[in-house]
């Protein structure tokens, strides 16, 4: 069975840090490129961050370009997302998935998300 | 960046009814369009993708069409099971958009 399991969310202050981790399995997570989603309360989708199987390509959107760093271990088969320079704006459920980019698409998967509430 | 707007935002329908959303892309971007579902507590599901390809287990009440910059998904008889709200998302660059959502209730 195919899980993503996300971990890392939690309460933190305007201009605090945090980092998400993503755990993988029942699949070739070495083969797939993968991406972080975010979804603010109520609100629609938005795409966070790219990064290919090797991590040798990484993207990333114009709203966490400098302040958030995504990275892999294919190794240990997980997905990170460091957070730095949170705003209130960052509030959202992330979501590490596989979806199509670039004119691929390779599966659907999706995890279970984690709640980041940036308040003071 | 590419904008994506779908239409309605939301639509009141009955079991059985055909219902059509449709989604606007500020650039064409040839078939690279998916389409989700997504329940309220849940992680969104793929409905179809390049516009027309239905993803493996999606019931064939769903369909896809369009090109370019205008789309649109259609559930052809509504059933209990796909009140949920809708999205839209293109993957013609490295950086993808989605649409606001179609929520879609019982009328």
């Known amino acids: 069975e195919v899980q993503l399991v996300e971990s890392g969310g939690g309460l933190v202050q305007p201009g605090g840090s945090l980092r998400l981790s993503c755990a993988a399995s029942g699949f070739t997570f070495s083969s797939y490129s993968m991406n972080w989603v975010r979804q603010a309360p109520g609100k629609g989708l938005e795409w966070v961050s790219y990064?290919?199987?090797?991590?040798?390509?990484?993207y990333y959107a114009d709203s966490v370009q400098g302040r958030f760093t995504i990275s892999r271990d294919n190794a240990k088969n997980s997905l990170y997302l460091q957070m730095n320079s949170l705003r209130d704006e960052d509030t959202a459920v992330y979501y590490c998935a596989s979806i199509p980019v670039a004119g691929r698409k390779t599966v659907d998967y999706w995890g279970q998300g984690t709640l980041v509430t940036v308040s003071s | 960046d590419i904008q994506m707007t779908q239409s309605p935002s939301s639509l009141s329908a009955s079991v059985g009814d055909r219902v059509t959303i449709t989604c606007r892309a500020s650039?064409?971007?040839?078939?690279?369009l998916a389409w989700y579902q997504q329940k309220p507590g849940k992680a969104p599901k793929l409905l179809l993708y390049?516009?027309?390809s239905l993803e493996s287990g999606v019931p064939s009440r769903f369909s896809g069409s369009g090109s370019g910059t205008e789309f649109t998904l259609t559930i052809s008889s509504l059933q209990p099971d796909d009140f949920a709200t809708y999205f839209c998302q293109h993957y013609n660059t490295y950086f993808p958009t989605f649409g606001q959502g179609t929520k879609v209730e019982i009328k």
């Open positions: 990064i290919s199987s090797s991590s040798s390509t990484i």
């Open positions: 390049k516009a027309s």
């Open positions: 650039q064409s971007i040839g078939s690279w």
